[in-house]
């Protein structure tokens, strides 16, 4: 549908003020309840108005540190109530936050420092990352190249060399600051207005170099706004935080949590999500695709595994599941004795079992970050879950689209956030306007005027179309769209979302712009791979010796075939190759939010994608 813009109805503008004055409100208002983390091996709960005090206290640390208005501060932490605590007295000392994501590699984490000029760095450990060296470790390999930086502030563990503070010792100077003159910290607040910069957030970079997209307090209240004027998030709620607080999406999280006063239960990591869930009970929880992938991957793996009557059950309950899906996408009913049944013996005792894994209280799910499979959506709509997917980029200050709790169309972003409007392009492109627009790149002119019109009509460079509901969808990436030699257009990520519905897989990348055919490179899931072999009665090695192995080669291969069966003849896969590893952060294949770096891995495996085009006759 080509069409005017599009608003929202309701139409909620930017407040006036900052973020830390939304906490002071909330603390004026009587609201008890903050957030809840876990400290000592428990669960303890932490008032806003103790928020508001570690606030002026390490605020007020800052500027005796010699931090100065509009200085960036980089944060370089995983998700904590600390960060929280942190990212609020950068503003009450009037500088600008400049978040690091916690998996960032030593350059990378020197990118954003440099690039942002940044006078001082938070870091909060020297714990070993996954593959990686402690963030702690991480600043250090690179501190010498870092001119601007004067001090690295340590949340916890020991400080070495005089450009190391720990922040025990910036507490207390702030506190013997702050009760000499408390009125400065009122002074400093007031200063900051709501279209001064909050924050630089570094956009991911799957296609380029990152950008420092700057976003203000007025971006934030009004998103704060326009959450709660849709219902995603309700002053009632208990909302689990695991996202990582250096992207947009889990900021939405933070900011409508100070607007509302809802509980913001913060968990101890990605790898402690589920038991944290199970054990705090949460109303919302705000995800990225990957973690309805894993969960639905594990259900299917798991029962279609299982030994005897539950495993025949379970595989010929999936059977008719993708007839359901099949039909859903085709715009069919789909009713049936078989599935009725399938209902009743399988999927409520799915339902329940994840519900009881879910803490028995979960309102909502909200998905953003990268787009979600129709397949995954469907499983959890069919099992009462509602789950509402969003849209929005950096530049946006994440969603500028959702879908609203009660009208959720599966397959789409749902209309314009209230305030935003939205309009797509004679070319296709999704172009966004309102409050909740960036209004630029820090120290690049030239890519500001690329992206934002004289008109205030930010470009996304994404593909998109809008129903008679106003209700958008995404169809690609602008920049993703392959053109094969043969002139047809692909959108890659639509194959690779069905292809992640398949529980062998865990990754893929589609390839093919101005090539004779479509090829993909694949990375499997290392637990179904185990239990594939084992099945089979064959050996099971490292992940690299199992992914090489023929049994696995022709369980891929038939994923494949089913893939292919239902796509045209030119955006059919002719080859594919099974990584030796898994993708990751760690080793620059995917974003803070899983999602894959295109430029990065057609550049880091040419000699794989290269060896699928010799002798390049397209396969049978």
Request: proline fraction near 5%.
């Amino acid at each position: 549908m080509r069409a005017e813009s599009q608003v929202a109805p309701s139409a909620a503008g930017a407040q006036e003020g900052n973020l830390v004055q939304l906490l002071i409100q909330r603390v004026n208002s009587g609201s008890k309840e903050g957030a809840t983390h876990k400290k000592d091996g428990r669960w303890q709960d932490v008032s806003f108005s103790q928020v508001l005090e570690d606030v002026k206290v390490l605020s007020a640390g800052l500027v005796a540190l010699g931090v100065k208005p509009g200085d960036r501060v980089s944060l370089f932490a995983n998700t904590s109530l600390q960060w929280i605590v942190a990212d609020l007295a950068i503003t009450a000392a009037q500088a600008i936050m400049v978040p690091v994501y916690s998996s960032n590699i030593p350059d990378e984490v020197a990118y954003v420092v440099n690039h942002s000029e940044s006078s001082f760095v938070f870091v909060d450990n020297d714990e070993k990352d996954a593959k990686q060296a402690g963030r702690l470790t991480r600043v250090r390999q690179k501190l010498a190249e870092c001119p601007t930086v004067q001090k690295v502030i340590v949340f916890e563990g020991a400080v070495a060399g005089e450009q190391e503070v720990s922040l025990a010792d910036v507490v207390a100077k702030g506190r013997e600051a702050h009760q000499a003159n408390p009125a400065a910290f009122d002074e400093r607040v007031a200063s900051v207005k709501s279209d001064d910069t909050y924050c630089i957030v570094y956009t991911s970079g799957t296609t380029g170099a990152p950008k420092g997209t700057l976003l203000t307090h007025g971006n934030w209240t009004y998103q704060a706004q326009a959450v709660r004027a849709i219902g995603m998030m309700e002053p009632s709620d208990s909302v689990m935080l695991f996202l990582p607080l250096a992207h947009v999406f889990a900021q939405v999280a933070k900011v409508a949590w100070l607007s509302m006063g809802c509980r913001l239960i913060i968990a101890e990591s990605v790898d402690k999500l589920m038991a944290n869930i199970a054990e705090t009970r949460p109303t919302v929880l705000p995800s990225v695709p990957r973690v309805f992938e894993k969960v639905y991957n594990t259900v299917v793996s798991n029962g279609m595994a299982a030994p005897g009557l539950k495993g025949r059950l379970t595989r010929w309950a999936f059977g008719l599941f993708d007839e359901y899906v099949e039909a859903k996408q085709q715009g069919r009913e789909y009713n049936s004795l078989g599935f009725t049944l399938a209902k009743k013996l399988v999927f409520t005792k799915v339902r329940a079992t994840l519900d009881e894994k879910l803490g028995g209280n979960m309102r909502l799910f909200v998905s953003g970050g990268a787009p979600l499979s129709r397949k995954i959506a469907y499983f959890f709509d069919l099992l009462g879950f509602k789950v509402v997917e969003g849209y929005g980029l950096t530049e946006t200050s994440a969603p500028c689209n959702a879908n609203r709790p009660n009208k959720i169309k599966i397959g789409s972003v749902g209309p314009p956030m209230p305030g935003t409007e939205v309009k797509i392009a004679a070319d296709g492109e999704v172009l966004v306007r309102g409050p909740c627009v960036t209004k630029g790149y820090y120290k690049n002119p030239t890519a500001t005027a690329e992206a934002l019109d004289a008109d205030g009509w930010y470009h996304t460079g994404d593909i998109g179309e809008v129903d008679s509901d106003n209700y958008l969808r995404i169809t690609d990436r602008k920049k993703d769209i392959i053109v094969t030699a043969g002139g047809k257009n692909v959108a890659p990520q639509n194959i690779e979302n069905t292809l992640k519905t398949f529980p062998i897989l865990s990754q893929a990348m589609v390839y093919g712009d101005k090539r004779p055919y479509l090829v993909v490179l694949l990375t499997v899931m290392e637990e179904s791979v185990r239990k594939l072999l084992e099945e089979k009665g064959a050996p099971v090695g490292t992940y690299a010796e199992n992914a090489k192995r023929p049994e696995v080669h022709e369980a891929v291969k038939a994923v494949m075939a089913k893939v292919n069966s239902e796509q045209p003849p030119y955006a059919t896969i002719k080859r594919f190759t099974i990584m030796s590893a898994d993708f990751t952060q760690e080793t620059g294949e995917l974003t803070p939010t899983l999602k894959v770096k295109r430029k990065v891995c057609s550049q880091k495996f040419k000699a794989q994608i290269d060896a699928m085009y010799d002798n390049a006759s397209i396969p049978d």
